[in-house]
């Protein structure tokens, strides 16, 4: 799908250091395709919830799953409005100054309303956020069947609106800082898979598939994952 702009409004724009603001889908949509796992909130008798979870994106659709007895899952499947966050850290920011110390990120602010979906479109949305942990997994796993199909639900979050902030770079420090004897600069973060372990309960000798090697192939995903 071709970038465009979210309105930027007093909802999602970004008032604290606004450089580092994006609205547009590629920027946007680039960092939740870094990843898999989000922090949804809502709220519910006037007290906030926030609920780590894992998420699979399609066009202007995320989708989320869980137990069907989810409180959250259930709440949010009235339409209520939920703030949805993605946060990806690139590098520990070491300045001279406590001050001026800081983080590379790139992380998302998504504002939007979910609905719960079933049929074709549950499993849609089900393929999705495996795919987005695991590519390939879909089709190498056994597919749900219908009891565990009824334990899930499956919603779909519509993006109303969304902002993206990015911070890259060396430290920023005040001008006088900059002779002091004090090393400064960025601590690069890395994440990625290690050696995948065989399940000992396996009973029979298989071949990696064709999802891990990828995963674990330093090449193919080497932007994959991040904090
Ligand atoms: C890994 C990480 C660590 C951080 N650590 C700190 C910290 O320790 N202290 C600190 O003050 N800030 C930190 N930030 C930045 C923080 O997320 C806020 O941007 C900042 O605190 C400004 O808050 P505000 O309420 O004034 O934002 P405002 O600029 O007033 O926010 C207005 C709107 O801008 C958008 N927005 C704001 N922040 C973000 C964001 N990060 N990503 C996407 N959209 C955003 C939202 O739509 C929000 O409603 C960190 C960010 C990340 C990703």
Same mark, same amino acid.
């Given at each position: 799908m071709a970038d465009r702009i979210f309105p930027k409004s007093a909802q999602n724009t970004?008032? %604290? =250091? /606004?450089? %580092?603001g994006h609205y547009d889908t590629d920027t946007i949509f680039g960092i939740l395709d870094n990843h898999f796992l989000c922090h949804v909130s809502t709220v519910h008798d006037g007290q906030p919830y926030v609920i780590p979870t894992a998420y699979g994106r399609d066009g202007d659709t995320l989708y989320l799953h869980g137990s069907s007895k989810s409180r959250m899952l259930e709440w949010l499947a009235d339409g209520r409005p939920l703030c949805l966050v993605v946060t990806l850290l690139d590098s520990l920011v070491l300045a001279r100054s406590v001050f001026h110390s800081s983080m590379n990120y790139r992380s998302v602010v998504i504002y939007g309303h979910a609905r719960r979906v079933e049929g074709d479109e549950k499993m849609h949305g089900l393929l999705r956020i495996t795919e987005q942990i695991i590519a390939g997994r879909w089709a190498e796993a056994r597919s749900p069947n219908d009891l565990e199909l009824k334990a899930t639900a499956v919603l779909a979050v519509t993006i109303d609106t969304a902002s993206a902030k990015v911070r890259t770079g060396p430290p920023a420090d005040d001008?006088?800082?900059?002779? =002091? /004897?004090i090393w400064a600069g960025v601590l690069p973060v890395r994440q990625g898979y290690d050696e995948p372990v065989p399940d000992p309960a396996m009973t029979q000798s298989l071949p990696l598939p064709q999802s891990v090697v990828q995963q674990t192939n330093p090449d193919t995903h080497a932007d994959r994952i991040s904090l």
């Open positions: 970004v008032t %604290r =250091l /606004p450089k %580092r001008p006088e800082d900059y002779a =002091l /004897p």
